[in-house]
């Protein structure tokens, strides 16, 4: 089992206590009694795809650069012949300016802008299902044990999810390996800082799975299927619709992953089931948290 402070399969790690993503508060609890706590800092980030204003995103504010490239990346406004050619960040102003060789067709794309149940920057763009045509997945087999060795180290390690909550993570992981760590405000957020930073390093997605603490809506599907991640897995549960692009997509879909339990609503044959779930301990109720049933 990993330590606490194991961070050494990680090649980005969360970082609890780094200057600007909490914020030192006063309150008093349930007793009258005063408390100090940290909450999470939010602030915008306005993101340009060169002279052109696109959206603004709360954030907390690290990784600004692989925010915004993989933003536009997942939302299609950036195609993957489009040669970038620099990522600018002025935190003064709060704007990041991503600059291509040659014009987009972004244009098109805001024209065709909806609101979605995300959180945060929940815009999605209406041809990203329309994108998902061309899409094929790999049919990678995942091993249960993988998945419960993931998650033991993911859980345990130190995070603002962990220290302050208000926040979701998300992780691209290789096997039994977690490889880079994002969180943010919105789970969509902490999708695209890795998928910037597959991105920006030219990383095949073809052996990855994606891990996020938060919901797995139909968004969360498209994304991770847009990224060329063959397998999606959360601590939570399920969108019907989620559930249905997945089947249609190739995509392995697995919710509700606590201790030794989970559900798995696409992909079943993709499973590898070599773990008894019996011999992995179930996990404990959190603090101020009732235990699931």
């Not at 990383?203 to 809506?217: F, S, V």
Request: aromatic share 6%.
């Amino acid at each position: 089992m990993a330590r606490l402070d194991d961070l050494s399969s990680y090649l980005i790690a969360p970082d609890p206590a780094a200057d600007r993503l909490t914020r030192a508060v006063t309150g008093t609890d349930q007793t009258g009694a005063p408390i100090d706590l940290r909450v999470i800092e939010e602030r915008p980030l306005t993101i340009y795809l060169n002279s052109q204003e696109i959206v603004t995103a709360m954030t907390i504010g690290d990784y600004p650069q692989y925010l915004a490239l993989g933003f536009l990346r997942n939302q299609g406004m950036l195609r993957a012949d489009d040669t970038v050619t620099g990522i600018d960040y002025d935190e003064e102003l709060e704007t990041v300016v991503v600059r291509t060789a040659s014009k987009t067709t972004f244009e098109d794309k805001l024209r065709k802008k909806t609101r979605t149940s995300g959180c945060a920057v929940g815009t999605v763009f209406g041809d990203m299902m329309e994108g998902l045509a061309g899409v094929t997945l790999p049919d990678m087999p995942l091993r249960t044990s993988d998945l419960y060795a993931l998650a033991a180290t993911i859980n345990r390690t130190p995070s603002l999810y962990l220290s302050a909550g208000a926040i979701h993570g998300t992780v691209l992981c290789q096997g039994a390996r977690p490889l880079v760590y994002m969180e943010d405000v919105g789970r969509h957020n902490a999708v695209d800082k890795i998928a910037g930073w597959m991105h920006h390093h030219n990383i095949d997605a073809a052996d990855k799975l994606l891990y996020t603490t938060g919901r797995l809506t139909s968004e969360m599907v498209i994304k991770t299927a847009l990224m060329g991640i063959p397998a999606l897995a959360s601590r939570s549960g399920f969108t019907a619709w989620g559930v249905e692009i997945a089947r249609d997509i190739g995509l392995t879909l697995i919710g509700r992953m606590k201790g030794q339990r989970f559900v798995c609503l696409a992909g079943e044959q993709r499973l590898i089931r070599d773990a008894d779930p019996t011999s992995i301990p179930d996990e404990p109720a959190r603090a101020g948290r009732k235990a699931a049933t």
